[in-house]
């Protein structure tokens, strides 16, 4: 049985910042690409970054771009999500995914695996 678990979210005040964390359970995700989503109330779930199994190649959607930074440590199956200068509209449910391969898919639907889920709430 396969498990993602996020962890780290919270409250933040605007220009604050967070770190997101998952980690992977149940079998070794070598040659897995991991990433992160989000979804707002009444909106669809979107893509936010992602990383290569070896972490030499990374995508961001534009709107994070400069603000967060998606990095792994393969050694604890643990991907992470640093959130910095964090906006009100950055306000999310953020879940963890993974897929095989290299290919740094932004669509939800190229992922196997998915987390629970951690609330971001960021006040302005």
């Known amino acids: 049985q396969v498990q993602l678990v996020e962890s780290g979210g919270g409250l933040v005040q605007a220009g604050g910042s967070l770190r997101l964390s998952c980690a992977a359970s149940?079998?070794?995700?070598?040659?897995?690409?991991m990433a992160w989503f989000r979804q707002a109330p009444g909106k669809e779930r979107e893509f936010v970054a992602a990383i290569t199994w070896s972490g030499s190649s990374t995508k961001y959607a534009d709107s994070v771009k400069g603000r967060f930074t998606i990095s792994r440590d393969n050694a604890k199956n643990t991907v992470y999500l640093q959130m910095n200068s964090l906006k009100p509209e950055d306000t999310a449910a953020y879940y963890c995914a993974a897929r095989s391969g290299s290919y740094l898919s932004t669509d939800r639907r190229g992922y196997n695996y998915w987390g629970q889920g951690t609330q971001v709430t960021v006040s302005s």
């Open positions: 149940g079998r070794t995700f070598n040659n897995y690409v």
